[in-house]
């Protein structure tokens, strides 16, 4: 994928946070030098989070992130508030812009202390130093108590200190590329791996899913080899082929056919698991999954997505997946279900969360709804692992990961 195409969830999110009036959309304006955010004298002129994907030099592909301000006030201004915060939990690298001209606040600290509990690297911006002195500065830095390379006194109006302020940023991210895989660290070049993608009504039009996708570069990578074939087509192809493939890597929603189709002696795992994978969570999601054994008549289930889509009659997180729990458990399970960015602070009314794959959001968001469930005590799995668990085929779908085999 090149840099315009890179998907947001695979994206550097950078976010700036602050007070209101401390320049923060400035700040980022600065730093991207273009006018992403609106800027004014008003307080609180920034509402709601603003996404802006975009490369910037020397990171590469990022998703700048312009907040409202962590002071604001009244009914509407404490949900800003919260809305900034979330914002974190999807921020790898944060910038906490302070108006030098002012001290530094409560609400700044409380910032600084929540951004080093979730460990998110960071870079304080004194932003207006045109307006103060020296000592000011100085004043600022000793009252914070950070190393010096935490801080920058940047003036957004002049552009002085903004040059410094993106290498720290830079520097604050992650050095290295992070070597994520999904799949490639399983194959050998040459090796054969056949793709089972279903082609229905809840198919997008003309394209592949984002982890399809993924999927298939990761196998180039690997200088394998990739054949894309849908469900019907499956058991021809692989008495065709002449060669044994390597793996089976199925769509979740025709795991039970897929696994009928598929000789006992070629692997077979689903996009869905490699996902979960890849953002770090599939040991935690195959253990959650055995929740289900445990649900009674009333219990409460939460069906969680990543992303907003447009619903079909037969959907697979409001019908498809409510049915087979129903069908499974043979009880009365009350579903409730959110999507995009919606996800509640407390789970403790729900028995088990079941969570897509997350591909439209990065690994710290996904890490973190991991975290809250996990925190509460509440179980937590994916689509994919759900659907082979009732299928009754998990063990066979994460056979490729030996220590699950071992723990199942």
């Known amino acids: 994928m090149g840099m315009n195409s890179t998907p947001m969830s695979e994206r550097v999110h950078i976010g700036f946070f602050g007070r209101r009036n401390a320049g923060k959309s400035s700040v980022m304006n600065a730093v991207t030098g273009q006018d992403l ?5 008003v307080k609180g002129t920034t509402t709601d989070p603003v996404y802006k994907s975009m490369e910037l030099l020397p990171i590469g592909p990022v998703v700048m992130m312009d907040t409202p301000g962590i002071d604001d006030e009244g009914t509407l201004g404490e949900l800003r508030v919260k809305k900034s915060y979330q914002t974190l939990n999807k921020t790898d690298a944060a910038v906490l812009v302070i108006d030098a001209s002012q001290s530094v606040s409560t609400e700044d600290k409380k910032l600084l202390d929540r951004i080093r509990a979730k460990q998110i690297p960071f870079v304080v911006a004194l932003n207006k130093k045109e307006l103060v002195e020296e000592k000011d500065l100085e004043r600022i830095r000793e009252e914070l108590e950070l190393e010096e390379r935490r801080i920058v006194a940047v003036s957004a109006v002049k552009g002085d200190g903004i040059y410094e302020l993106k290498e720290r940023i830079a520097s604050a991210v992650c050095q290295g590329e992070k070597d994520h895989m999904l799949v490639r660290d399983l194959l050998k070049p040459s090796d054969l791996v056949i793709l089972v993608v279903p082609v229905d009504s809840a198919a997008p039009k003309g394209r592949l899913i984002l982890p399809q996708q993924q999927t298939i570069r990761d196998i180039l990578e690997a200088d394998a080899v990739s054949v894309v074939v849908k469900e019907n087509e499956l058991k021809n192809v692989l008495e065709q082929l002449g060669k044994r493939p390597r793996m089976v890597i199925t769509d979740s929603q025709v795991f039970g056919r897929v ?17 979960a994978r890849y953002k770090g969570n599939l040991e935690q999601a195959v253990r959650g999954v055995t929740e289900l054994d445990k649900l009674k008549d009333g219990d409460a289930v939460l ?31 009350r579903i409730e279900t959110t999507s995009g960015t919606e996800f509640p602070d407390d789970l403790s009314e729900y028995k088990l969360v079941i969570h897509c794959g997350g591909c439209m959001l990065n690994e710290r968001e996904m890490k973190y709804r991991y975290s809250c469930a996990s925190d509460q005590g509440v179980p937590m799995t994916n689509y994919g692992i759900m659907i082979a668990y009732v299928k009754g085929i998990l063990k066979r779908s994460v056979e490729l990961f030996p220590d699950l085999c071992v723990m199942l």
């Open 303 to 333: 069906i969680s997505e990543g992303c907003t889509h447009h619903r079909q009659c037969d959907d697979i997180g409001t019908v498809k997946i409510p049915r087979w729990i129903r069908e499974y458990t043979g009880k009365e399970i």
């Open 259 to 275: 696994s009928k189709d598929t000789p006992s002696d070629v692997p077979l795992t689903s996009f869905s698991i490699l996902m």
């Open 37 to 41: 955010a609106v800027v004014s004298d």
